[in-house]
């Protein structure tokens, strides 16, 4: 689960609280990580820390690990940044994943005099300044034109180690690049683009890119740590699910479009027909847990593997059918990729295929036990001799 996007004429209060309950009950369906974003402008994406989210959250799950998704390395000295994030991971217990990117949002930038331009740059001296830090083998000096570390070292180890890193990827080279040359993860956006028609195929492209920036660093790059991310909502029926996101996909693609260079060639009021572009391009699942799996199964054929598969939460239904979708998607989807019911299947079919044996060894039992029993009292009621 990640960011998530939240409609601008609902409570923020009661959103903010809405998404600490959905990890509530992610992490009792059995889902492995929920991340938050980090976001200053649009209104849609509200939360501004997931610092404090992570916090919040942990003190209300068990296991499930908890992301930013992502802290925007640009907006933040890096030296008080991994601070709090090595703080938060003992807090956490070590569940803590630190997501990193560049930001999404050009008003994020520009309203604290950011030119958004420059933003991949920052992020990329930021997160060598993180990782001489988290080296551990002495003070840390460097000076740029928006941060200065004079020798500077942690006063904390991370609870966890090393520290699960995860580089923002989306279309370009930048963070993958990134991630291969300090050997972090990924957490690719818009990653499911790779189902499409065309020839691009942008799963395959980043982890090709990771992995040779990986290798000439000496490093490996992880597929373990790569989480790939995907719109979806699953319900019982296709036509379930397309009934329930008439409730917020039509708002939820106007905001996309402004923010992202997707385009949705439909009326975008008519809900049907943009979900229908949805799933032709591979862009989200609107439909039943067989659509999900097959989808999900696609997208590890074409990136050639990776960790975790991650749904964009985005208020297209109600909060209700939402959580209904979650653990539909735990009930039906999850077990099929961890194999958690193939041996009882595998134990169905055997029962299946033996011809009724149990039925008929146990009538056999039961009348031998009838039997057995009138002997018994028969013998009983003998007159002694």
Known sequence: MLF??????????????????????????????FWFGEHHSGGWQIIASPELMIAAAAQRTRRIRLGTGVATLSYHHPFLLLDRIVQLDHLTRGRLIFGVGSGALPLDATM?????????RMMA?????????LRYDGPVTRKTD????????LHLRPYQWPLDIRVAAFKSPAGPRLAGRFGAGL????????IGTGSENPLRTAAEIADTEARQAGLRFDRSRWSVMSLMHVAETEAQARAEVRYGLTEYIKYIRQILPVNVPVDLDDPDAVA??????????????????????????????????????????????????????ARRV????????????????????????TRRTMAAAQAKAGVEYSHEVAERREPPA
């Open 4 to 33: 998530p996007f939240h409609h601008p004429m609902e409570d923020p209060t009661l959103q903010l609280e809405g998404d600490l309950e959905l990890a509530e009950h992610c992490d009792r369906l059995g889902f492995d990580e």
């Open 112 to 120: 604290i005099g950011h030119d958004p331009m420059q933003a991949r």
């Open 125 to 133: 001296e930021s997160l060598e300044a993180i990782t001489a830090l």
């Open 146 to 153: 928006w941060f200065e570390l004079d020798q500077a070292t």
């Open 187 to 194: 957490v690719s956006f818009g990653a499911s683009a790779a």
């Open 276 to 329: 229908d572009v949805l799933m032709t391009t591979g862009t989200a699942v609107i439909g039943t847990p067989e659509h999900a799996i097959r989808h999900i199964e696609r997208m590890w054929e074409l990136s050639g593997g990776f960790g975790t598969f991650l749904i964009e939460q985005s208020d297209i239904a109600d909060p209700a059918a939402t959580r209904r979708s979650y653990e539909l998607f």
């Open 334 to 357: 999850i077990p099929y990729f961890t194999a958690s019911t193939w041996p009882r299947l595998r134990a169905y079919q055997a029962e299946l295929q033996s011809g009724g044996l």
